[in-house]
């Protein structure tokens, strides 16, 4: 199997391990099983990441790079943050949470979101400008994913489940495109 089929597997993944749990906590609200699925997502994006920049690295130039880099640095940061509130910390109580997030901890939740919001940014922008990529889900990525980063703080609402699905629907559209390749 080769490296794009493999990265479009865990795209498609990744999308639906977005999505799906924003779709479903529309009704049910934030639960244990949509919280791990969620918590899971960034680490099957990022293969995805990796070759959507390779596909487009000759178009995207050193622009290309630099947002590549930026993105996937903010994947990791809020990538590792996701796993920490979805799977670790959503059994904690919330007046033990909040103590938790007090202080330094918060700025660095919130510091990873802003680097993941610049690099989706960056990184969407590129992949308009390399014309690699299809363009809908390319601006869909653009918008959807650093949203989706700054909205994480808020309380679930339709809203914010709207954005999940978005989201997640820009990736998983990405990644099926590299099964045509």
């Known amino acids: 199997m080769t490296l794009n089929r493999l990265a479009a597997w865990c795209g498609v993944l990744a999308g639906l391990c977005i999505g799906l749990p924003g779709a479903v906590e529309v009704v049910t609200g934030e639960t244990a099983v949509t919280s791990f699925v969620l918590g899971v997502a960034p680490a099957l994006a990022l293969p995805l990441l990796t070759v959507l920049h390779l596909r487009q690295s000759d178009a995207a130039g050193s622009f290309g790079a630099v947002a590549y880099t930026v993105n996937v640095v903010g994947l990791g940061l809020f990538g590792g943050a996701a796993f920490t509130l979805n799977l670790a910390l959503f059994y904690v109580d919330r007046p033990v949470l909040d ?70 629907a820009a990736v998983a559209w990405l990644a099926a495109t590299l099964w045509k390749s």
């Open 99 to 168: 103590e938790l997030l007090d202080g330094p901890t918060r700025f660095a939740l919130v510091g990873s979101a802003v680097v993941f919001a610049v690099g989706a940014v960056l990184f969407g922008v590129a992949m308009l400008r390399a014309r690699i990529h299809p363009r809908v889900p390319s601006a869909g990525y653009l918008v959807a994913l650093p949203v989706l980063a700054l909205a994480a703080p808020l309380p679930d609402s339709v809203l914010t489940s709207g954005i999940h699905v978005a989201a997640g």
